[in-house]
């Protein structure tokens, strides 16, 4: 990837994003999967720029949506309907509704309450709302707190008990068809163990759910495969499909998997250049123009990422010392990586932050009034941009209409 070349042609702070990568990490799943009935819905959340989307539907992916907006996304992007699931803990009526009307492929509902909403909607409109529920199986993912969403303790889902209640009154109902059952016990998991584990508990429920008529079509084992940040030993696709396969062994299902960071973390970078150098006391600090608001991760998760130092002459700038690389944000927070040994920087030298494909760009704000970086996407050797950097007019359009003129006060 030639980052300099794209730095002086679209500017900095951009993200980066190689295509190629994608499609390889994409086969990589959908291969471990032969065999099986199986879906790969892409977690929009991950990355939902339209490109992307369209990049992964072409593959033959389908997408999992955690808003309505994702789900007209994902539409707009070229995903078929039928190949569209719609999760999360708190959706509205309006989003119920218009995922209704689109007649995706079946809505994940993660309470009792929220599925008397989906009946009393679908009821409204005259139709049967395909649903599935998410289990709550219980088990530790072992990851960081923030991304972990199997334990009790987390808003997700429902307890296997209520589950199976909840079954029994949706098959009951007109206006729910039970087609799915789902869990997603976290994010950037690198043990299979767990998985396993709840993967076992949920096909259990699903022949328990059998006995009783109830007939589950859809397996949803949700996102969370974990990436290489940093030393993580990330788990083997292939392990990972032969656990799930052996799970639902003599089921007939079909398989969903949610990948998100799996598929995009890895493939994206945040190129960014010095402004400055400075030390505050023993404290080396490289600012670059790059900041939280473009990169959140590190400030909201302590995430560590990967750095590449990459002007021409580096290796003539002398002895490499331990920095810190921060943005221009007026918080203390505002840092994307630590502890990075780094050679003497000047302005203007390229500083590329690894690992950003994921939960990058889609977690960007434009808090003091930064306009939100430019992203551009590489395949076959070849690179277009795939979002226009904002400017300051973009930032004001929603408030302009509103200024009240001093002369009419
Ligand atoms: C966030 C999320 C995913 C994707 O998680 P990754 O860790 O990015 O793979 C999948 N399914 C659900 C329900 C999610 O909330």
Redesign the pocket.
Known sequence: MNFEALAQRYGTPLYVYDFDRIRERYERLKEAFAGTKSMIAY?V??NSNLSVIRFLARLGAGA?C?SVGEVLRARKAGIEPYRIIF??VGKRDDEIERALKEEILFL?LESEAEMERVEAIARRLGREARISI?VNPNVDPKTHPY?S?GLHENKFGVSLDTAKRMYIRAKNSPHLDPVGI?F?I????TDLEPIREAAGIVADLVRSLAAIGVEIRFFDV????GVVYRDETPIDPADYAAAIKEAIRGLDLTIVC?????LVAEAGWLVTRVLYEKRNGDKRFVIVDGAMNDLLRPSLYDAWHGVRFLPADKEERGAASEAEIVGPVCESGDWLAKGIALPPTRPGDLIVIEGAG??GFVMASNYNTRPRAAEVACEGGRCRLIRDRENFEDLIRLEEAYLEDDDDA
Do not use: C, F, M, W
């Open positions: 977690a959340k991950a999992d955690v999760s999360g994940n998410r991304i969403t789902h997603h976290g994010s950037q998991l949700g996102g969370g495969l949610e990948p998100g960071r799996y994921a939960y």
